[in-house]
């Protein structure tokens, strides 16, 4: 994995927060706190990607509707068919619960 050299106790402690926000509002609060708009468009634009990937979306469309450009598309893809199956878990978790992705404002 890409992330081992930074594993470790610090790390670890931040994905366990991460562990414990418990709605989308807490997460709205705390990556509006950690993240710069453009750290969290960048990550939004990844998660697009994969997801558009993933249901099979052509580089053309994932080029207009995420805004992305072929190197970023090619990068993810690359994550997500030879990387830790990661977003296959995920898709698959998210598929699987009622209301995924829905927010109260």
Do not use: W
């Not at 594993?7 to 709205?28: R, S, W």
């Not at 509006?32 to 453009?38: E, S």
């Not at 939004?44 to 080029?63: C, D, G, H, P, W």
């Amino acid at each position: 994995m890409l992330i081992d050299e930074l594993k470790g106790k610090a790390l670890d402690e931040f994905f366990e927060g991460l562990l414990t926000l418990e709605t989308i509002e807490e997460c709205y609060a705390f990556f509006d706190d950690l993240c710069t708009v453009n750290e969290i468009k960048t990550l939004l634009q990844r998660f697009q990607v994969a997801k558009m990937l993933y249901n099979n979306n052509t580089y053309s469309k994932i080029e207009t509707e995420a805004g992305a450009s072929t190197a970023t598309i090619s990068r993810v893809k690359r994550s997500l068919y030879h990387g830790n199956d990661s977003y296959e878990l995920m898709f698959g978790r998210m598929q699987n619960k009622p209301n995924s992705g829905q927010h109260s404002e």
